[in-house]
């Protein structure tokens, strides 16, 4: 049975997975970016919790990170469109079905990458904060 962390990362990603954009999770990068992007989910640091007693409880801000990357002419278009697209995403459910207290992702900071022989890559790391309780940090 997977974990409450498990289970919260991967209705993450099954929300990533419904853009157009091809989503993977903890994947390197692969050589050729589809015309609709590519989304990489990476699982991040659940940092340090804030505990409750009575009822015990560990209350986490878990940083996940989505890579987001286009390629081609109209990159600067095609970012746009995939990092709104991500934003309605999670703004559809910012509870991911009851997992978490609220989800949140934070503003890209976009760069242009140079490819050797093709067009530029255009890419960001957008961090996701991650809001849930647990009644035990292993569970």
Do not use: N
Not at 24 to 32: F, I, W
Not at 37 to 56: K, N
Not at 100 to 116: H, S
């Amino acid at each position: 049975m997977p974990t409450s962390r498990e289970t919260i990362l991967a209705a993450l990603y099954a929300r990533l997975s419904v853009l157009p954009a091809i989503a993977l999770r903890g994947e390197v990068l692969p050589e050729r970016v589809s015309a609709d992007g590519m989304l990489i989910l990476r699982d991040g640091e659940p940092g340090e919790p804030e505990v409750t007693l009575s009822p015990l409880r560990y209350h986490y801000q878990h940083r996940a990170e989505i890579e987001a990357v286009v390629q081609g002419v109209e990159r600067d278009a095609a970012f746009d469109t995939l990092t709104s697209g991500i934003g309605a995403a999670l703004a559809a459910d910012r509870t991911l079905g009851g997992l978490c207290d609220w989800v949140e992702a934070e503003a890209p900071r976009p760069v242009d990458m140079p490819v050797e022989g093709a067009t530029c890559l255009k890419a960001a790391i957008i961090p996701v904060v991650l809001h849930y309780s647990l009644a035990d940090p292993l569970s």
